[in-house]
Structures are given as structure tokens and as C-alpha cells.
């Protein structure tokens, strides 16, 4: 009976292996990596926790704090009369989510809108269109900064420059300038003096890990900030693409969504990497965002 038993636990065991080529995880001395949720959607996370907010290409979806689905929105897109197909890392302010919304084409975003949602049942409430003589090219990712009455967007096709906007008007301001150039921006938000960027300049093909960096702001037009790197991601189950961040300011936890699986290369997809057959989204959750210099 012994014997059958380990034989059928042999054969899980296998089936388990097989699945997923799949890290352990490292469980730092301090707890500093919490734990990790699956989600449904592939490019933005924010929260103001008692609930998360996940958004996908062309998907929005409401969780609670356990990872179970409460809400969503599967046409974000219906009455916004510009040809869009894309979301980008999405960001909380009041009850409303603020979305970067674009027509993503061949590497470049053209049909610019910031998308603004209910944050109870996701019905879209209005549009800010941002400023078109903004030098920006693409939008992958917004932060709300409510102290400094803005709106910061992330450019996946320049990363030397991080754009801000009138959060009332959607009026072109300004733009930070890198004095390090960083790649292939995904995710930001807001902490403190400080934007937190993720960059999706890991090579999944070669298991390199993504990064996440903080600039400091300076509210002068055209200055040059220096990227602090705060933090390697070798903690994934498989290195893939990083996409959204955001921080619960309840509790100081850093969230931050990563895709794996998917063999894309270029921002163009090309199957999936061995032992998988989709493409999962994870959110993983982290005690705090990690050492920043002093203000
Ligand atoms: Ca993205
Ligand atoms: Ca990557």
C-alpha cells in the first residue's frame, strides 16, 4: 500500500515538476517578500487597501485584498470615440481609477486619453485628453500626484523622459529628463519626493531580471534627475516582463505585476517558453519599497 502511494506521489511530483519551470522562491530574513496573487490582467495594478485594481490590455478588473475577483469591465473602451486598443499601468485618486489609454501599433501609441473610471463598478465617468503638444510618444504607465496637482507618464519607447500633465486640464507641463537612460518603462508611481519606475529591461530569453528605480522630482521644467536602482527583481518564479506598480498607503507594502510565460521579444509575441501554455499574470507583494536616500 506504502509502495502504491509513493508511486502515485512520484507521479504528481513529476506532473508538478513538468508544469512550470519554476524557481523557489527566496524568503528574505526579514519577510521583505510577502506573497503572491494571481490576476487576470497582464499591465497595471493600484490600490487603496481595501481593494486592488488590476488592468489589463483591454480589461479592468476589481479584487479584494485576498485576490478574489469582485468586478469587472470587459469593453473599457465603449464610448471613448478615438480608435484605442490599449491600457497601460493605471493608478488610483479619490474614487476614480486614472488610466493611460492609447491605439498601440508596431511599438508606437498614437489617440492618446486619460481614461477615468469608477472606482466601485468600473463604468468609465469621463476622458482627459493630454496635451498634443506634449513631446511624449507612447503611454504605458500614469501616477496620480495629488500634492503637486499632476498626472506622470512613463514612455515604454523613451526612457530618458518622464512627462507630466495638469491633473485637472491634461495640459502639458513639463518633463523630467534621465540623466541615466532607462528601458522599456512600465509601471510608476508616486512616493513621497520620489517616482518609483519599473523597467522591463531584464531579457527573459536569458533569465535577467527587470529593475525598479526612483527618481527624485524637481518641479523645474526640463531638469536632469540621476535613476537611483532600488531594487532587482531575481525573486520571480521565471524572469518575463514587469509591468505596474503601486503602494498601499495603508500599510507601506510595495505591489508590483509580472508576466511569465509568454516568449515575447521586441514587445512582440512569439509562443510561450517551455512548460507553458499561457501566459500568467502575478502580483507580487513586498513589506516596503526599500532603501531611498534621505530626503
Ligand atoms: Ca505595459
Ligand atoms: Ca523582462
Not at 13 to 26: D, T, V, W
Not at 59 to 73: A, F, I, P, Q, S
Not at 155 to 178: F, M, N
Amino acid at each position: 500500500m506504502m509502495k502504491v502511494l509513493l508511486f502515485i506521489s512520484l507521479i504528481f511530483f513529476l506532473i508538478g515538476c513538468s508544469s512550470a519551470p519554476e524557481k523557489e522562491l527566496q524568503y528574505k530574513e526579514n519577510d521583505y517578500f510577502l506573497r503572491i496573487c494571481e490576476v487576470k490582467g497582464r499591465q497595471g495594478v493600484s490600490t487603496d487597501g481595501d481593494n486592488i485594481y488590476i488592468s489589463g490590455t483591454k480589461e479592468l478588473y476589481k479584487y479584494d485584498m485576498k485576490g478574489k475577483l469582485l468586478v469587472e469591465n470587459l469593453s473599457p473602451f465603449k464610448n471613448i470615440n478615438l480608435e484605442v486598443n490599449h491600457l497601460g499601468d493605471i493608478d488610483l485618486h479619490k474614487e476614480e481609477i486614472y488610466t493611460c489609454i492609447e491605439k498601440f501599433t508596431e511599438g508606437r501609441g498614437d489617440n492618446f486619453v486619460i481614461g477615468i473610471y469608477n472606482k466601485n463598478d468600473l463604468s468609465l465617468v469621463r476622458t482627459i485628453i493630454p496635451g498634443k503638444n506634449s513631446p511624449q510618444k507612447e503611454i504605458s504607465g500614469i501616477a496620480v500626484d495629488p500634492e503637486r496637482k499632476l498626472i506622470w507618464m512613463t514612455d515604454w519607447t523613451d526612457g530618458k523622459s518622464i512627462y507630466y500633465y495638469d491633473l485637472a486640464t491634461g495640459d502639458y507641463i513639463g518633463r523630467i529628463i534621465l540623466k541615466k537612460e532607462l528601458f522599456y518603462l512600465q509601471g510608476i508611481v508616486v512616493h513621497k519626493n520620489y517616482l518609483l519606475l519599473t523597467a522591463d529591461d531584464g531579457d527573459a530569453e536569458n533569465e535577467v531580471s527587470d529593475n525598479l528605480y526612483a527618481i527624485k522630482i524637481n518641479m523645474f521644467a526640463d531638469v536632469i534627475s540621476t535613476p537611483i536602482h532600488l531594487k532587482e527583481f531575481e525573486d520571480v518564479k521565471r524572469e518575463g516582463e514587469i509591468e505596474g506598480i503601486t503602494i498601499n498607503r495603508k500599510n507601506g507594502e510595495l505591489i508590483v505585476l509580472f508576466n511569465r510565460g509568454a516568449k515575447i521579444i521586441k514587445g512582440i509575441p512569439k509562443g510561450f517558453y517551455p512548460g507553458y501554455d499561457k501566459e500568467i499574470h502575478e502580483i507580487y507583494f513586498y513589506k516596503n519599497i526599500g532603501q531611498l536616500p534621505e530626503d
